[in-house]
Each structure stands twice: as C-alpha cells, then as structure tokens.
C-alpha cells in the first residue's frame, strides 16, 4: 500500500526553538517534496529533493532525503511566527500504471512567541 | 501569486448537480495536476496532464472526470455531485512531464448542499 505519514500531525513551539517534521514513506521513490500552506490558502512549494542525500536549505528551513531509509526531515531552526502553517511533505511514486504523487497528512506547525 | 489561475474561487450547488472547475496554467507550462483537499481524506492526487494527454490517475471517482485542451488550460468535471464531494480543489502546474517543481493555484471551494 502506498503511505506517507509524517509527524507529529501538531506541533507548538515556543520561538528560537529547534525541531523536526518527520516524513516517512511506504515504497521507494526519489522524489521527495515539502510544502507550506497558510489557512486558507493556497500550496506552496518549499523543497524538492531528487535524490538520496539531498539537502536544502532557505533561510531558518532546512529539507533532507534518504531514500533508502524512506525518510525525508524538514528541520526548523530558531523558529519564529512567521513559520506557523501546516507544511506537507509529498512522494512520487513511479508504478507500472503511470506515477502516483501521494501527499502527506500535514504537520500544523503554531509558533508560540 | 504563482501564475496558476483556478476559476471560480467559490462555487454552491446542490446534489445531484454537475461542475466544471476551470484551471489556466503557468505561461510555458504543460503539465496540469488537480488535487482535492477535504478535512477527513486530506490532500488527495486527482490526475495529471501533460500536453494534452493523461498521464496519471490518482483516486479519482468515476464521476469525475478531466481533460486538457490544445491551449493548455484544463477543466476538472464534476458530476452527480454528493455533499462528500464538497472541497477544495486545487490545480497545479509545471513546465516538466514528470513531477518536479509544481506551482499551485488558489483552487476553487466546492460547497455541495
């Protein structure tokens, strides 16, 4: 079955903090993508890591993938307000039936000042 | 704003009705993804074009269906609507055939009474 899970599904933190959104996946893939949407709002892409190794970083958000543990972590640094949102990571998935881009459940980030 | 324009934001109908939802890509762009976004299943793939032609099938119910038009643009039919269907869609686009760097649109609020 194809799954994407991360966690935690809510996460409040207080600001100049660290942490961690964790994205794991079911079958192998790639291709790897993390999102922010702002309530209400519409998607926007963050990251996109293409291979195993992969490291991005923009300004306090830093996105890694290692396929072959199927794990992809989106590590906050020092947060601040401005980072509340809900942040979903995404895989593609390449089956014989054409590709299948599996979204996962969200993590609602609350920055506490 | 991305580029990416979804026409109408807000639409209401009733059971039993039929919707198109009208999506205009990047300039350039020619792939076309649809998600819908529902508060119990979450962001779910839809279906993907490319240059006029299907290239993936998400979980996209029967009574939906998609095309792409030599212009680019795409429209997402929606029909026999359930108040189950009542949800955000969004399109998404990019210039590349496979996935890679999607711009999302501000999605149309489907409201099925």
């Known amino acids: 079955e194809l799954k994407v899970e991360q966690n935690p599904l809510f996460l409040s933190m207080q600001e100049g903090k660290n942490y961690t959104i964790y994205c794991n996946y079911s079958?192998?893939?790639?291709?790897l993508y993390w999102y922010r949407q702002d309530p209400g709002k519409s998607l926007e892409s963050l990251f996109v890591l293409l291979s195993n190794g992969a490291v991005k970083q923009e300004g306090r958000l830093m996105a890694s993938l290692d396929t072959k543990a199927r794990l992809s972590t989106l590590h906050i640094t020092a947060a601040v307000h401005d980072l509340s949102a809900t942040y979903f990571c995404?895989?593609?998935?390449?089956?014989?039936?054409?590709?299948?881009?599996?979204f996962g459940t969200g993590t609602s980030l609350t920055v506490i000042p | 704003d991305s580029g990416v324009t979804q026409t109408p934001k807000h639409l209401i109908t009733a059971t039993g009705q039929r919707v198109t939802l009208r999506c205009s890509p990047r300039?350039?762009?020619?792939?076309v993804y649809w998600y819908q976004q529902s508060l119990d299943q979450g962001l779910q793939f839809l279906i993907h074009y490319y240059n006029g032609e299907e290239r993936a099938k998400g979980n996209i119910l029967e009574r939906f269906s998609a095309q792409q038009f030599p212009d680019l643009h795409s429209e997402l039919n929606l029909s026999s609507l359930e108040l189950g269907d009542s949800a955000l869609y969004f399109c998404?686009?990019?210039?590349?055939?496979?996935?890679?760097?999607?711009?999302f649109g501000q999605g149309t609020r489907l409201t099925v009474v």
């Open positions: 998404a686009s990019s210039v590349e055939r496979g996935y890679t760097e999607a711009f």
């Open positions: 079958t192998t893939s790639d291709r």
């Open positions: 300039s350039g762009d020619l792939s």
């Open positions: 995404a895989v593609d998935f390449f089956l014989n039936t054409g590709n299948q881009f599996y």
